[in-house]
């Protein structure tokens, strides 16, 4: 299977708990998102990466949470201190932007966070 | 500020046509997106009009206006498969999406 993955599918934590999630986008993509997405609404932009460098942060993101996408490759997103809000579907997902601004993004099956 | 109108949901009958409409505001407009999401899915991307008028793949076809800030997904020969959530979305990199349309087919 060469589309986007996600890693883990389901987490359960307490509140208060740091948790990880891991995404590998498709291989020869160089741009990578992370989206938050709760019952009912439509996925909400979290932050990207062209490469390893991450091009923007939304609002929405606090400090307790972090995205990292150290070589390139994989993408690492870590919420610490979870509270019962961060409760959601983290979704990434990927492009291949070769100059111009691209429109279609690759989605993963997503990461499934319950705070208790 | 960006923000897109779908209504929440439609229903239609197996082997009919739908329409799902989405007006928009948004500043640095590109284009406007569709993307389907199955219950427990994730989002993918079905088309794409950066131009006015209508771009047709297979059964689905989208439809944009720029000067109306409007555009619409006609789905034809409906299946029970397409039984989902339908997102119109704008925005390159930072994608903004619509809060969905269900759309619910009745044998």
């Known amino acids: 299977d060469t589309g986007v993955s996600q890693d883990p599918r389901h987490k359960i934590t307490k509140r208060g708990q740091n948790v990880t999630f891991r995404c590998d986008p498709i291989?020869?993509?160089?741009?990578l998102y992370w989206y938050r997405q709760t019952l009912g609404q439509g996925p909400e932009f979290l932050t990207y990466?062209?490469?390893?460098?991450?091009?923007?942060k939304s609002r929405l993101l606090s400090d307790r949470f972090s995205a990292e996408r150290p070589k390139g490759s994989f993408s690492t997103l870590e919420i610490q201190r979870t509270e019962q809000g961060d409760s959601a579907m983290y979704l990434c997902?990927?492009?291949?932007?070769?100059?111009?601004?691209?429109?279609?993004?690759?989605f993963g099956p997503g990461t499934r966070l319950t705070v208790l | 500020g960006q923000s897109l109108e779908q209504p929440s949901e439609v229903t239609a009958v197996e082997g009919a046509i739908v329409q799902i409409n989405c007006t928009y505001q948004?500043?640095?407009?590109?284009?406007l997106s569709w993307y389907q999401q199955h219950d427990g899915g994730a989002p993918t991307f079905l088309s794409y009009?950066?131009?006015?008028g209508l771009e047709e793949t297979g059964r689905f076809s989208s439809f944009l206006s720029r000067s109306d800030s409007y555009g619409y997904l006609l789905l034809q020969e409906l299946q029970m498969k397409d039984s989902a959530s339908y997102f119109c979305?704008?925005?390159?990199?930072?994608?903004?999406f619509g809060k969905g349309t269900r759309l619910h087919i009745l044998p």
């Open positions: 997902a990927s492009s291949l932007v070769e100059g111009t601004p691209t429109d279609t993004q690759y």
């Open positions: 291989s020869e993509h160089n741009r």
């Open positions: 990466f062209q490469n390893e460098a991450q091009l923007e």
């Open positions: 948004t500043s640095g407009f590109y284009g």
């Open positions: 009009n950066a131009l006015d």
């Open positions: 979305a704008v925005g390159v990199d930072k994608i903004i």
